[in-house]
């Protein structure tokens, strides 16, 4: 792909966000993708691909009426949709298809056309980790986080600190979840979910959805919507069990779907003017700080106590809120590219001033897999 030259020209989440109970799975993904065609001044029979994960692909296509002539499935957990977007983008450089709309719909409160989440016994997972204790993503996420802190130094009060910073974001933001303002004592304060995690650096648990509808540069000159240009994409996989990290206190799939769209964006870190990265808990910010080339090795922490990605910093990062406080439905990833999307545009909620270029990284399972944008306002 050469940078600049495929766009994200709809981008929309449902009408609400949070719980709702009388929405299922299903009809979050086909409102989100109403949303968004609404957005880009289309209409289905604008679309010839289509990408979601699971049951949505097939399903939302046959409920929107699209004639379908390229199709991704890819479920690798929360940051599937960034790998939509890449995988996009490469389908319609290669002139397998000309619009595709990318959805995610999840009822992750409510349940509600959901099917069940549990891991077979004869799993990886569950022959070596479950025997053992482990109960869901949040006792899993532990271990890295644990080892990060005594590797680097990070205080407990450091660790509440990035969950203080985002709920500052959150607090003008009608659609966020959890808005109201929190100091580190209030953090530390909070029921301990699985140590070292109290409640507010666990994400919220929400029902909602988002699309996105991607094109070429040359077809978003003629749509009414204000196009966002990718320059650059990454994508990278490492373990499938989180005791199988090569490193607890770094992710070589961060590392290396960062570099990569770096180096095809042909920016760098210091050219980024607002940064979304994955936060299913209040660690992963900190690793993604430091694993794509914020900060050095050890400094995150400190990076974000000093007050640099709070609002008014010097790299605003997770301006919606993030999973700690604006939504998290079970897979974040497409409304950390929604934000990406709208500071780039400037019609955020709380919109960060002069945003150029946006960097948004996603994570899925256990530091398993990783995928990166960078996401511009003009065409190179």
């Known amino acids: 792909m050469k940078p600049g030259s495929i766009a994200i020209v709809g981008a929309a989440e449902t009408d609400r966000l949070g719980v709702l109970p009388d929405h299922s799975a299903l009809s979050l993904n086909i409102e989100a993708a109403r949303n968004a065609l609404h957005d880009a001044g289309m209409t289905p029979a604008d679309i010839d691909g289509i990408a979601s994960t699971g049951f949505a692909t097939g399903e939302v296509a046959e409920a929107l009426g699209i004639r379908t002539r390229w199709v991704d499935s890819t ?133 909602g959805g988002g699309a996105l509808i991607v094109t070429s540069a040359e077809r978003a000159a003629d749509l009414p919507s204000r196009p966002v240009y990718i320059l650059g994409t990454g994508e990278s996989t490492t373990h499938s069990m989180v005791s199988q990290m090569e490193d607890f206190t770094t992710s070589r799939a961060f590392r290396d779907s960062s570099a990569d769209a770096f180096r095809e964006a042909g920016v760098g870190p210091a050219d980024i003017d607002h940064l979304m990265v994955y936060d299913a808990f209040a660690h992963v910010p900190l690793y993604g700080l430091q694993d794509l080339g914020f900060v050095k090795p050890g400094e995150a922490a400190a990076f974000v106590a000093e007050g640099n990605t709070e609002p008014g910093g010097v790299l605003p990062m997770n301006t919606n809120g993030g999973g700690l406080s604006y939504t998290h439905t079970g897979m974040y990833g497409m409304f950390a590219i929604q934000e990406a999307v709208r500071q780039v545009r400037g019609t955020a909620a709380v919109p960060v001033p002069d945003v150029e270029l946006s960097f948004a990284q996603g994570v899925g399972g256990m530091f398993s897999t990783a995928a990166s944008l960078v996401l511009a306002a003009e065409r190179p």
Not at 153 to 175: D, S
């Open 75 to 207: 479920s690798v957990g929360g940051c599937s949709y960034f790998l939509h977007v890449r995988h996009a983008a490469a389908a319609i450089t290669a002139g397998m298809a000309s619009a595709v709309l990318i959805t995610h719909g999840e009822s992750g409160r409510s349940r509600v056309g959901e099917p069940g989440l549990n891991f077979s016994p004869s799993s990886g997972m569950g022959q070596f980790e479950m025997p053992y204790g482990t109960a869901g993503f949040v006792t899993m996420f532990t271990v890295p986080a644990l080892r990060f802190m005594k590797e680097f130094g990070v205080t407990h009060e450091q660790l509440a600190g990035v969950a203080v910073a985002q709920r500052k974001w959150a607090h003008p933001n009608e659609r966020a979840f959890r808005r109201d303002l929190i100091t580190v004592e209030d953090v530390l304060a909070s029921k301990t979910i699985a140590y070292p995690f109290h409640q507010a650096e666990c994400c919220v648990v929400t029902d």
